[in-house]
């Protein structure tokens, strides 16, 4: 297993997210899709962290913290979600549109 | 590091009353009442240990690096000016604390902590010695005084509100580019750059009396000394920069007011005497010594300062009004009294911001009673309130008569100093000034008559007199003003010392 | 390279977690895309073992799938009627999301092919070695102290703000 | 003893005041305020009695730093001589006596403690004006003097005439005072110091530093400072005020408008007796002849019993003026003593004489037994005086009351007459003090202090052989002879004769003790030998003029010793004697006199003899017009019907004062405020919006002069374009983010590709 072989996954776990949450018409959905471009960053750190400095473990660190606000950030999407689920009576957001010009 | 204290003290109280919640108001109040307290507490301390026998900066906290790259330093100490108008700072902190218990109805957090904050930019302004800090102090000023009018003030508080920003941006903006210029060329000597640049202002002052040194080219000086000038002009205000201040008066709340007329005009004329008289004494002795129509221009709009607020005021209906024009005319004694840059002149414009600080807080905390009771200020509205709310009719008479100076109050020293400094070198100028005493004394007494004396306007039969909270606010600036005319050496002994160092400055060119 | 039961096993998260993502953007319903996502995770969590990286693993086990999963599905379960169940997506969408995924990818690829210092880079071959003791060191101990406390308190300021944001009667 | 001494006269005062000032803090009185103030007075007056003895002859002066500066340093201090002794005895007593009749005059005043409360403020700073050394000092109590002025006339501030006075009061004297504040200011640009007495003190200064050259300056300084005397003494043309002062309560008027303040400007003007040049002297004499002259003339066609006293008072001080300004220090400072008490006597008197109508109106009114004088006054302006007026002179007092100068009826001497009978007492004193202003001679003061003003003047004037002295006698002594007319006039017409109004007439009743007491003391004061007790010949001594410089032909005569011969005579009852005695004393002091001198003595003959004939004459007139009525005053009033209406209109100054200069002071006001509002603010406001607006204002200049098609296609233009731009804003979070990243691939894809 090269450092390769991860950063193609990560790769693919990236665009995969980037493509829910360019299409996707649910939010949860896209909160899904982000979740997955969190892992493919998480990924990269920790593989990263193993190919260039087998000795400092940092990378993992980082990925620990990366949990961590994506946790947080989980948290605040769903509190926004029900907030604007209350509000306009729909998560879809092409229905949400008051910046709309 | 007890200076630093007292600046920082009211900032520490900010952050405390912004981590209150917001309901107990009470709470808030004592706790913001409490950290204009200390620095009151710690300006006294200041007042009574500082060394009245040197003019030399004392207290000194620093300097320190604060931003490497531009070597801007944190820098504060105090010298006899600056003590003397810290312990007025100090002083008003806590009299708007309780003028404003009752009267700011919504948001009394926000207030509060905009005021707290307000009160640190002031208490900075006058210790920094870093030009830079100065500069930051006097901005600092500048924000929560917007907000605090543009939202407690009254109904065209947005207009003045904007019209303050505006005003004063336009005047510091002129006063940053002159600050940078200082800077600039403040390691250069003989036209060859040497050293580090500096925003010291000790060591400003130094190097623009070094011959050879580009900060002592007259040129440089007339330049900016002008930009400083039409900086500080604004907040004075001096003639034509003043229309901002009887708009913003008026809309202001009580408190605000008073700080504004208390502290902020003051902080103009600080700043004339830190920067442009100390720093630039040659660009100063082109506008007071120099030819032609510049050269007695400093002391001429001294002269119309004086004669134009008073005026002015004279003709006003709006209490409020009144008196914030009757405050242009009297920060034209200080600038009749700076012009003159003699010691008698100098001692009595600083006497004179002083002692109008005080009063000018009493006139405008007796235009908030009034206004609270009867809910307008129109002078030819009232009439004959001296039967029914005697304390307060005897008050506003001390006020007015400290303020149209009355000798042994203490408006009448600082005016009179002024005057006799300035006629050694003005003669026709403080003569045409004098017009401004008899003019103060008409709308001063016209005022009363229209207000307390003549027959009780039925209207007003049940006007509950002035209470304690109100009088305990006046009280200690009535001690002051009686105490300040009967013994002015009082004050004068703080600062003898820096004015005679001025006046040395000055009279070498 | 060898095809050792490691490098099988290795294959086998590899796939098992880009399969499942691929589940996740394309199911319609949301659910299941739910419980894919779920799989993704433990996929990326196995890949983490993989890594030297226990701690991750576990970290992203309990955090993730014990966490951040259950808030979804709560999500799931809150917001969408029975109607709202099915997620719906409209095809020039679909295309135009597709291309400019499909770009990314190949540009990612590309880069990662061709940056010479990732090249074929393989590890140093230690065995697994347990990191729960090191990273405590680190986090608590050592230069990461400060990022700690400050995502700590992070953490705290979103779960507050998010518990402040969906209560129900707003004040004015 | 004596810092202690002086310190004790000025703190008692000051106490009284303080307590007052500070219990009214708390709205709390003192239970007996008025005896608190009458005992602090009598304090300092049994302390002015133990300086005299103390100091005088020899001058002292005790100063400590006020102001301390880099090279200057203002000083307050005590100088205490001889003039300082008698000042303080004058001002205690009289004060004293004011307090004991205002506690009967004002009983049941509503507030009647503030009365004592200021009547001690303004002892105090009348007594610190008479003792401070300098002239800042002076200056401060010059003002509060002012201040307590303005309390006490506007003391019934209800009233909108005592509102009106006491403002114009202070105003009036504040322009004076302006101009002894620029004269000091001169002062002191030239000597760095506001001292007058001791080595570097400004008489000293000026008698060594001055030369011929610096006389013209040294004249204006002198004018300057004599300006403030003028709105304090009420000179012309800055007198106005004065008669309006009445407003306030009458004694009031008798403290201050009459013995003490007003005075102040003689003592200031004796003070700079040193600086005066023979110019600024000159200015001085004229300014007090013409006062004392119209003043006297105004008096005559009054009918309001104080005003009437009031125009008195300034042609007396004028007379005062004119002594100092002719070079007769001991005399006008002799008569400012003399005239203190018989003219504070006729004002309790008249106070006297109201208060009974005042009662009688109380009663009138309501059946309370109580005297509320606020009441009484309010019922009394209220009621104006149209039906109360006497017959005489009704379409005049008409106009007067146009004028807004309505005379309340309690103080109208129409409504008077033969009081005598009804208030004894008071009949008696006020008799005594008119006999004395008229200058009837030899018991009485006023005649001596008189006298020798007069042989001052004429003195001077043969001494010098000056016309100008010779015009300032005629003055002088035709305002001798008006003032015994009118104050006859006064005495008729209020005392004698029949009643006029019956009414009135009945109510009126003797008033008590604390009032009748202080008239009986001060008609004593009336008489010249007790004024010997502290005004001594032998140690008032005029200070030497440096600067006074006689007509080279003329003989500087020192003929203030009139005046010092004048009390002699006084002393001595025995006028030839002491006229001899004075020749004498002219012959062994100086012995080179020429030819000069020889006038000197005849002069004062003359003066006696002159000043006794027209006293006469007037006292004569007054008799046949008001008692006898054998000859009519209409008659005389309509034959002279100009010059009648001159004086009853005063001169026109209030007029002239009112529709010119404080209908131009407001106007200019108003003028700067519109200008303030419009033009500069107008300004300030013009560069916000032109600064807020410069595209649309530069749009604007382009749509109206270059090509108006053109822009308004660019307008559609805008429009359409924005119109299309704003469909990119979808407000959908998914497109921009679509957008975005299509852009970053894009970048990245062209930036590797170079």
Known sequence: MTLQHYLVISAILFTLGIFAVLTRRNAISILMGIELILNSCNLNFAAFSRFMTPEDISGQIIAIFGIVLAAAEAAVFLAIILAIYREFGSIRPNEVDTLKG | ?509 | ?172 | MTVSLISLILLCPLAAFAVFGLLGLVNRRFPRQDYLSTAAMLIALACSFLLLREVVPKPEAHTVNWISLGNVTFSMGFYLDSVTAIMLIVVTLVSSLVHIFSMGYMHGDPRYPRFFAYLSLFSFSMLFLVVSDNLLGIYIGWELVGLCSYLLIGFWFEKDSAANACKKAFLTTRVGDVGMFIGMMMLFAKFKTLSLYGEGGIFALSASQLTTGDMVWLSIAGVLIFCGAIGKSAQMPLHTWLPDAMEGPTPVSALIHAATMVAAGVYLTARMFPILTETSSLVIAYVGGITALVAATIAIVRFDIKRVLAYSTISQLGYMMLAIGAGSYVAGLFHLTTHAFFKALLFLGSGSVIHAFHAMHAHGHDDEHEHDDSEAHEHTHDQGDSDAHGHEHSEDADSGHILGSEIPPDQDMRNMGGLRHKMPITFITMLIATLSISGVPFIFSGFWSKDAILAGVLGRAMEWNSVHHYILFIMALSAAGITAFYMFRLIFMTFFGEPRNQEMHDMAHESPLSMTVPLLVLAVLSLPVVNTLWFNADYVEPPPQPHLHAPTHAYIAPDTKTGRTGLALSLFGVSEAVAAEEDAGHGTQDAHADDGHHGHGPAHTIAMVLSICVAGLGILLSWLFYHRRTLSAESVTTTFRPIYNLFWHKYYFDEFYDGVLVALTVWKARLFAQFDGSVVDGIVNGVGVVTRDILAAFVGFFDNRVVDGLVNRVAQVTWAVGGRIRRIQTGAIQTYLFVVLAGIVLLILIFRAL
């Open chain 2, 1 to 509: 590091m007890l200076l630093s204290l007292m600046i920082f003290i009211p900032l520490l109280g900010m952050i405390a009353v912004l981590l209150l919640p917001r309901e107990s108001e009470e709470l808030i109040k004592r706790v913001t009442l409490i950290f204009t307290l200390i620095p009151l507490a710690l300006a006294v301390y200041l007042f009574i240990t500082y060394d009245r026998s040197t003019a030399g900066t004392q207290y000194v906290h620093g300097p320190y690096h604060w931003i490497e790259a531009f070597n801007i330093q944190y820098h504060i100490g105090i010298d006899g000016l600056s003590v003397t108008l810290l312990l007025l700072t100090a002083l008003l902190g806590p009299i708007c604390v309780i003028a404003s218990w009752r009267n700011i109805e919504k948001g009394i957090k926000a207030y509060m902590a905009l005021f707290l904050l307000l009160e640190t930019g002031m208490l900075g302004f006058f210790a920094a010695l870093d030009l830079f800090l100065f500069y930051v102090f006097f901005e600092l000023t500048l924000l929560p005084m917007y907000f605090l009018i543009g939202i407690w003030g009254g109904p065209r508080r947005e207009y003045a509100a904007i019209k303050f920003f505006l005003y004063t941006l336009f005047g510091s903006v002129l006063m940053l580019v002159a600050m940078i210029a200082v800077y600039l060329n403040s390691n250069i000597v003989n036209g060859v750059a040497e050293g580090l640049r500096t925003f010291d202002i000790p060591t400003l002052i130094t190097l623009a009396s070094t011959e050879g040194h580009a900060l002592a080219n007259l040129d440089f000086q007339i330049w900016v000394f002008l930009g400083f000038f039409i900086g500080f002009a604004v907040k004075v205000p001096i003639f034509p920069f003043h229309t901002w201040l009887p708009d913003a008066h008026v809309e202001a709340p009580t408190a605000i007011s008073v700080i504004l007329a208390g502290v902020l005009l003051k902080m103009g004329t600080y700043g004339l005497v830190r920067v442009n008289m100390a720093m630039f004494p040659l660009g100063l002795d082109h506008f007071t010594n120099g030819v032609g129509f510049l050269g007695n221009s400093l002391a001429l709009l001294g002269f119309i300062n004086i004669v134009y607020g008073s005026f002015c005021a004279l003709a006003q209906t709006d209490f409020k009004k009144l008196v914030a024009y009757s405050s242009i005319g009297h920060m034209g004694f200080v600038i009749l009294g700076l012009a003159a840059g003699n010691d008698t002149g100098i001692t009595g414009a600083i006497l004179q911001m002083f002692n109008h600080g005080v009063i000018s807080a009493m006139l405008f905390l007796l235009v908030g009673v009034l206004y609270d009771r009867a809910h307008h200020r129109e002078i030819n509205g009232f009439g004959g309130l001296g039967t029914r709310m005697p304390i307060y009719t005897g008050i506003t008479t001390l006020a007015f008569m400290a303020s149209l100076g009355l000798p042994g109050l203490s408006g009448f020293v600082g005016e009179a100093l002024s005057l006799l400094g300035a006629y050694s070198e003005f003669k026709w100028l403080t003569i045409l000034s004098t017009i401004g005493i008899v003019v103060g004394a008409a709308y001063f007494l016209w005022t009363l008559q229209r207000v307390f004396l003549g027959t009780l306007n039925p209207k007003y039969e049940d006007l509950p007199e002035i209470n304690g909270r109100e009088i305990l606010t006046l009280v200690p600036l009535a001690i002051l003003t009686v105490l300040l005319g009967v013994w002015p050496n009082f004050a004068i002994d703080m600062f003898k010392e820096s004015v005679t160092n001025l006046v040395n400055v000055l009279q070498a060119i």
């Open chain 3, 1 to 172: 390279m060898e095809f050792t039961l490691k490098t099988f096993i290795f294959y086998g998260f590899a796939l098992m977690t880009v399969a499942s993502a691929l589940l996740v953007v394309t199911v319609r319903n949301i659910v299941h895309a739910a419980f894919s996502l779920m799989v993704t995770l433990f996929g990326v969590a196995g890949l983490y073992v993989f890594l030297q990286a226990d701690f991750l693993a576990a970290t992203q086990v309990i955090v993730y799938v014990g966490g951040i999963l259950v808030l979804i599905l709560f999500g799931v379960m809150m917001t969408s009627g029975r109607l709202e169940m099915r997620i719906h997506i409209e095809r020039g969408q679909l295309l135009l999301g597709g291309a400019v995924a499909l770009a990314l990818l190949m540009l990612l690829l590309t880069v990662i092919a061709n940056t010479p210092a990732w090249k074929n880079r393989i590890d140093d071959g230690t065995e697994l070695q347990p990191t729960t003791e090191r990273i405590g060191e680190l986090i608590l101990n050592g230069p990461f102290l400060l990022p700690f406390e400050v995502v700590s308190v992070l953490l705290l300021v979103a779960l507050i703000g998010a518990a402040l944001i969906s209560r129900k009667e707003v004040r004015d």
